[in-house]
Every structure is written in C-alpha cells, then in structure tokens.
C-alpha cells in the first residue's frame, strides 16, 4: 500500500506530517509523492488565510483526480474549522482535526475494513477540549529537523483562528522533549529547528518555561545547531537573547512576529507589545549579536490599515534592521473578533499593500546579504542538489551554494565559507 501526503502552513504542519507518515512507513507503507498515483491521501490542512484554505480544496481535488479509488484522509486545522464543508467535497473519506489526527493509522486501518458499507466517511467529533499534546518532529532531511515542541495559543489575537483549531497552549516537560532530542541526534540530523504554534509560551502547563527549555536542549550532544522559527516579541525576555548570544549551539537567526508597523493596528490586532517595545526589542539583540539575522512576519490589509496608514507602517520597517518579511494578506476568518472590528480594508489596497511589503522585504534581504559580505561564517551543508550546485545556510540563515561535483563529502557537515560573491537574483553567496 502506497501513501502520499501533502502539508500546507506551518513548519509545525511539516513536522507532524512527516511524524504521522514515519507511523505509516513503520506499518509497512510505502510513501510516493503527492503527484503520483497511491492508495492513500493525506492532506494536513491550515485555515491561517482564505488563501491557506483554498489551497487545500485543491489538494483535495488533486488527490482525488489522481487515484479516485484512493482514501483521502482531510486532517489538521481547516478540517477541524470547517470539517460539514469538507464533508461535501466528493471523494474525502477521513476528516480528522488536530484532537485526533495523530491516530489517522487507526482510521484508516478502520475505514478499509468498514469501506464497503454505506456512509463509511470516518468523521471525528471535532472538539478543542483537553486534547493532550504529541511530540513530533520531521524526518525528510537528515540535515534539518523541524522539531514540534509547543501546541495551541491561548492569546486570541483578533484576526486569528488558530487557538479555534489547536486548543490552549500545552507542551511536553522539558525532560520528555530532551528525551526527543536525544533521538533526533541519534538520527544523525546536525540542525533542529524549533516549531509551536506560539512557542514562547512552551511549559506554561509544566511549571516551566521556555528557557529551561532552550538551556537543557543546548545540552544534547550530537545535535550542533538550533534554530528558534518564531517567538512572540513579548515572550523573548532579555534573559533569553543573552543565553541564545552565549550558547553553545543556539544561532543568531530570531523569528518575531510583527503582524503591524502601527500602534492603533496592533491594538485592533490584540497584539501585546507596541512599535516602540518591538524596535527597542531588535536594538537589544542587534547589540549582542551584531550579525542575527531577523525574520518578521507581517500582515497587510487588516481593519484601519488605510493607506495613510500603510505609508507610515513602511516607514516605520524600514526603520527597523529586519532582514526579511513574512508577508500575509488578511482575509477575514469565521468566529474572529476581526470581523467586528475598525474599518475594513477593500480588497484591491490589501493586494496593493502587500505587493508594496513584499518588495521592502526583497530589499531588506538584499541589504541584509550585502551587508555580510567578506564575513566567514559557517554553513551546514544540505542534501538537496539543484541543478549541480550543493546548498547550504550560515548560522544566520544566508543562503550559500558551492559546485557539487567536488562537495558530495560536505551534505550533513559543517565548514567555514566566505561570503564573497552575492548573485542577487537568486539570492545567495556562491563561491565558484
Ligand atoms: S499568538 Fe496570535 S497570531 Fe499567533 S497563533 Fe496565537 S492567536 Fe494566532
């Protein structure tokens, strides 16, 4: 039996994916790709955007059209939103949300003995109450590992549906997930990659707290680098960026949501820190670490974002020594407070604002590479090889490519580089 997934969203999505699929593997399936023909589809789910949900119809509709005699098995966030619409769409067999898709195995192994019979769909209560937490991390790269250690927010931003799909914050104790770590390692993967929907908040059902967390993970030998893939500005405590600046294998590369360059927006938002805390916040990690390189994801086109406004809120990230942007179009999402809230935004300028964003982040990424430039930095060399280049990423995430023919030696190894020649169109360092 064949099995074929595909993710949308989140790196925590990825990380569960493929955690599920090594479950599926274990029981003695083979995984194909998504494009090919298998007896099983599995489609883990996101509902972030209009966009994100969009997308998913049409994986589902791919999925189908590939193999209509396959299980399509609709699992994770839009399918724990929107589980009666899915319901509808001819083809799906399994729908599950986050409270149960970590047992899709026995789902299916269910529904092939019980598919014969009439209304076969397996269709799980969807529910958000106490559903208990799953380790879970990737396992397609041997180089990097995208390592789930947090799910579920309990903050209720006003445009976002996801604490309606994930449930209350909740973690493993830091001793279960070092236990995780210590079998990441084993692997032989060299880089582990943080993932929670609000991870910050990591152990706050523990007693714990996320820099227990990141102080006991540095401690895992065999795995050489960490990567925190987002925090929420308010959550990363100066105690945090000291430690990050001083450990052993944490790396100068941050995540931190912005989601508004305005404070009237951030309010509307139910953001928890104002412009002023967030560009205080990057002064405070430039100053110990020169050299981070970091990421902020920013929405466009939420309620009060007129234009006048969006003049000042470019000004304001440019401001700022970000060194790329994560660009969202706001879309408005059922059961948010957003939808009751300031003015709405038309279609059209959303669209026009996050064009606009999107070529200040191209700008900022370009500075930001330019800036390196003659630095030494170390890089972790990728299994992927694209059209005979080998490829690899600094410890803050410049993107670095070399010729393969004389490089196989390098994949899951890590050597200094020198940042010398920038091919700005594709966006990395090459050394020829
Ligand atoms: S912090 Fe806000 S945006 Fe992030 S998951 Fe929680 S509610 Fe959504």
Not at 239 to 253: E, G, K, Q, W
Not at 260 to 288: C, E, N, P
Not at 366 to 395: C, H, N
Request: aromatic share 10%; hydrophobic share 40%.
């Amino acid at each position: 039996m064949t099995i074929a997934a595909h993710t949308l969203g989140c790196k925590l999505n990825f990380a569960e994916t493929s955690d599920l699929v090594s479950r599926f593997t274990l029981a003695g399936w083979q995984q194909t790709d998504f494009g090919n023909k298998a007896d099983l589809y599995v489609i883990n789910t996101c509902t972030v955007t209009a966009v994100a949900e969009k997308k998913c119809r049409n994986a589902i509709r791919q999925a189908v059209a590939n193999n209509p005699d396959a299980i399509v098995a609709v699992i994770g966030c839009f399918a724990q939103n929107a589980a009666d619409e899915i319901a509808r769409i001819d083809g799906v067999d399994i729908i599950l949300g986050n409270d149960r898709k970590h047992d899709l195995l026995h789902y299916v192994n269910d529904f092939i003995q019980h598919r014969d019979k009439p209304n076969s769909l397996q269709h799980s209560p969807q529910t958000t109450d106490n559903p208990g937490f799953h380790l879970a991390y990737s396992h397609a790269d041997r180089t990097r590992t995208f390592f789930k250690v947090q799910d579920g927010c309990d903050y209720f931003c006003t445009y976002c549906a996801i604490p309606f799909a994930r449930g209350r914050s909740r973690s493993a104790t830091v001793a279960e997930t070092v236990a995780a770590a210590r079998e990441i390692a084993a692997s032989g993967a060299k880089e582990v990659v943080l993932t929670g929907v609000n991870t910050g908040t990591f152990g706050q059902n523990n007693g714990e707290t996320f820099l227990d967390l990141i102080k006991a993970l540095d401690t895992v030998e065999g795995i050489e680098r960490y990567r925190i893939s987002s925090i929420e500005p308010n959550l990363l405590t100066d105690d945090t960026i000291r430690f990050v600046a001083s450990s052993r294998a944490f790396l100068p590369h941050f995540h931190i949501p912005l989601q508004a360059g305005s404070d009237k927006v951030l309010r509307l938002m139910h953001r928890r820190y104002d412009t002023a805390f967030y560009a205080d916040l990057l002064q405070r990690i430039k100053t110990l670490m020169p050299d981070a390189c970091i990421a902020a994801d920013i929405m466009v086109g939420f309620n009060g974002e007129t234009d006048d406004e969006f003049e000042r809120v470019t000004d304001y990230v440019e401001s700022l020594p970000i060194s790329y942007l994560h660009v969202f179009t706001f879309s408005e999402r059922p059961n948010t407070a957003a939808l009751r809230l300031g003015e709405r935004i038309p279609v059209h300028h959303r669209r026009e604002h996050s064009r606009r964003m999107q070529e200040l982040s191209d700008r900022k990424k370009a500075l930001f590479y330019r800036q390196q430039t003659g630095q030494q930095r170390p890089v972790l060399w990728e299994s992927d090889i694209k059209k005979g280049m080998i490829y690899g990423f600094t410890d803050n995430y410049i993107r670095v490519r070399r010729p393969a023919a004389d490089a196989s030696h390098l994949v899951n190894t890590i050597t200094p580089f020198r940042l010398t020649t920038f091919i700005e169109q594709d966006e990395v360092f090459e050394d020829c």
